[in-house]
């Protein structure tokens, strides 16, 4: 049955649990992400399904743009949380330091960053980046 597979799909993110239990209520509004790292990883999870309005609803008010952009052919192959600072469910603010691995046109990259983000009334947002070599 095609609903059940697609209920029993891993979690775009890596976090080895299931897409439906994982980002995708965080992308749909159902469930709010409880700590920075749970928002960077719906957030990664957002750019490998496009869901650019829940990019832009979760990036913080004073950097966020008015609008994202997807790379055509570009495949994202995975995510590794590194390290994370702060952000949990007491925190106001709090660092992930992530590497996301993707293609585009056959050619691996991989981008290392540390991302910043604040919670305002609660809800997490993302901040900004530093790009890592
Ligand atoms: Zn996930």
Redesign the pocket.
């Known amino acids: 049955m095609p609903a059940t597979s697609t209920e029993a799909q891993p979690?775009?993110?890596?976090?080895r649990?299931l897409?439906e239990t994982?980002?995708a209520p965080i992308i749909r509004g159902d469930r709010a992400a409880a700590t920075a790292a749970a928002l960077m990883?719906?957030r990664y999870?957002a750019y490998v399904v496009e869901a650019e309005s829940y990019l832009l609803a979760s990036w913080h008010p004073q950097t966020r743009p008015s609008r994202v952009r997807f790379t055509n052919g570009q495949r994202w192959l995975g995510l590794q949380v590194k390290n994370t600072a702060s952000g949990g469910v007491d925190d106001k603010a709090g660092t992930v330091e992530f590497v996301a691995r993707y293609k585009i046109d056959g050619r691996g990259h991989r981008l290392h960053e540390v991302s910043r983000f604040e919670r305002l009334e609660g809800q997490w947002y993302y901040l900004d980046g530093q790009h890592l070599n």
């Open positions: 979690c775009h993110c890596g976090s649990t897409w994982c980002c990883r719906s999870s």
